[in-house]
């Protein structure tokens, strides 16, 4: 017959059902998933900082590109340049655009490890 009390939970004198011993693994448990969302954030974000230096980067080489195609542009007749020298915005609205979405991971994780540090952990 199966009893009406399992491994983990043993009957204590308050009858709350749980024992010391649950509690403690519940504890465990708990910080060993802060643990592990904290390195993942911080992973993360690590990763996040480096797209975006990489990004800004490019976006000022684009902007140098920029003013240096419009120089050479002046100086040349438009139907020789035009068609070369139309995919620079294009390109430098694609960066924009891109630093906008790392910066929204960026908060994103900075939420979460907001999130993570408002947890318990086995210390408090």
Request: proline share 3%.
């Amino acid at each position: 017959t199966m009893s009406s009390t399992t491994a983990t939970e043993t009957p204590t004198s308050s009858g709350r059902g749980k024992g010391i011993g649950a509690e403690e693994g519940e504890k465990q448990l708990t910080q060993e998933i802060v643990n592990v969302i904290d390195t993942s954030v911080e992973e993360c974000h690590s990763e996040v900082s480096l797209v975006l230096e990489s990004q800004q980067e490019l976006q000022k080489s684009l902007h140098r590109l920029g003013g240096e195609v419009q120089k050479i542009f002046q100086r040349l007749p438009r139907s020789e340049v035009a068609g070369q020298t139309a995919k620079i915005p294009v390109l430098r609205r694609r960066c924009q655009r891109l630093g906008t979405k790392v910066k929204d991971i960026q908060e994103r994780l900075s939420r979460i490890a907001t999130i993570a540090e408002s947890i318990p952990s086995e210390n408090a």
